[in-house]
């Protein structure tokens, strides 16, 4: 059984950066991602590498979210920069048995517990 342990987040002003982390334990799955829950709207995929090595970034975080995996000791990263207030919410990381199960967000995929990332304007 997969276990993921979430830290990073936090409070930070229009344009600063934040990076989180997530590490899986004890290995990696097929494909792994970020998502995000802002109150009252539908989850979204932020970012995600899927099991070719191939990153996606969600069409709001483009050029400003990057990806990355170290593989060494099963762990994800999204370095936030130039954060504005519309990427305030709920930030989990997943981890998915395929990349089926990616594109779908699946819930049969291993969910963190999430990290609060608020930006202030």
């Known amino acids: 059984q997969v276990h993921l342990v979430q830290s990073g987040g936090g409070s930070v002003q229009a344009g600063g950066s934040l990076r989180l982390s997530c590490t899986a334990s004890p290995y990696f799955l097929s494909a792994m991602g970020w998502f995000r829950q802002a109150p009252e709207e539908e989850r979204e995929e932020v970012a995600s590498?899927?099991?070719?090595?191939?990153?996606h970034y969600g069409v709001s975080v483009r050029n400003r979210f990057t990806i990355s995996k170290v593989d060494t000791d099963n762990t994800l990263h999204l370095q936030m920069d130039n954060l504005q207030p519309e990427d305030t919410a709920m930030y989990y990381c997943?981890?998915?048995?395929?990349?089926?199960?990616?594109?779908?967000?699946?819930?049969?995929?291993?969910w963190g517990p999430g990290t609060q990332v608020t930006v202030s304007s």
């Open positions: 590498i899927n099991s070719h090595g191939r990153t």
């Open positions: 997943a981890a998915f048995h395929s990349d089926f199960e990616l594109s779908q967000g699946s819930d049969e995929g291993v």
